[in-house]
């Protein structure tokens, strides 16, 4: 197997050209986390927007920079829209990111999310039991919760990367980047990260807007882990618990957006 390689790089370079892009992300994701998704690209300096109409998500999607696709809180409306968004995104060559929430737990949304691997997404953002399940190994979890370190998913992240053709992050106490070919491990991050919902799903949108970025998206996709990770050290380091830590996080990426520039 692939021996992983620890990311030591500054993602200034990626902050500061994602400063000179500030993509439109078209972001199909669950209820619980749409408000934090949204500030935690605008404080980047993204311009998020979510569309839900089927035919609106096709169109949307064909204009935005990148889009994402949130299954956790899938329905079978929902689903029509997101397939719409993806096929609209895959037709307009635009970039697409899966967050596969609870896939191996729930049978709707594990079927759904195998079907859509078939239109070639650009990264795959999920817990270790999540990429498990998506690559068809056998797991245990708890809905979004994941009972697998990260570091027992890098076997499936570099099958599914090569079987997918996406940048695959498992994402945890340390994250793992991987294109089938190299393997990158993002350190970092804090505990508090796991208290306040949404950080996973924010992150999974900010890789969704890093693979609007020209170059080398394996190198964009650990900057953009790093930049939530480096956020959460410096958020939690002036907060008192989950209620202080989410404002500090969005103005920690905000100071680290700036700082690029």
């Keep these: 197997m692939i021996q992983p390689t620890h990311y030591t790089a500054s993602p200034a370079a990626s902050l500061a050209l994602?400063?000179?892009?500030?993509?439109l992300v078209h972001c199909l994701t669950n209820d619980v986390v749409q408000s934090l998704t949204a500030n935690v690209l605008l404080a980047l300096d993204a311009s998020p927007a979510m569309v839900t109409e089927p035919v609106e998500a096709a169109q949307f999607s064909?204009?935005?920079?990148?889009v994402l696709i949130n299954v956790g809180t899938l329905t079978a409306a929902r689903s029509e829209a997101m397939l719409a968004a993806v096929q609209g995104a895959t037709a307009a060559g635009r970039p697409w990111t899966l967050d596969p929430v609870a896939v191996g737990a729930l049978t709707f949304r594990s079927d759904f999310c195998q079907r859509l691997?078939?239109?070639?997404?650009?990264?795959?953002?999920?817990?270790?039991?999540?990429?498990?399940?998506l690559a068809r190994q056998a797991v245990s979890g708890r809905g979004v919760d994941s009972q697998h370190h990260p570091s027992a998913?890098?076997?499936?992240?570099?099958?599914?990367?090569?079987?997918?053709?996406?940048?695959?992050?498992?994402?945890?106490?340390?994250?793992?980047?991987?294109?089938?070919?190299?393997?990158?491990?993002?350190?970092g991050g804090s505990p508090l990260m796991t208290r306040v919902v949404g950080t996973g799903c924010a992150l999974s949108a900010v890789v969704a807007a890093f693979c609007a970025l020209p170059g080398d998206r394996l190198l964009h996709i650990a900057a953009a882990c790093r930049v939530m990770s480096q956020a959460g050290e410096q958020a939690a380091a002036a907060a008192n618990g989950p209620g202080t830590f989410e404002p500090l996080?969005?103005?920690?990426?905000?100071?680290?957006y700036k700082e690029a520039v």
């Design 18 to 23: 994602f400063r000179q892009r500030s993509p």
């Design 62 to 66: 064909a204009i935005a920079d990148a």
């Design 117 to 133: 691997l078939a239109f070639r997404p650009a990264a795959i953002r999920g817990n270790a039991s999540e990429i498990m399940a």
């Design 153 to 187: 998913a890098l076997e499936a992240a570099i099958q599914l990367a090569q079987s997918s053709g996406a940048v695959v992050a498992v994402t945890g106490e340390t994250d793992y980047v991987t294109d089938g070919r190299r393997l990158l491990a993002v350190s």
């Design 249 to 256: 996080f969005l103005d920690a990426l905000y100071r680290l």
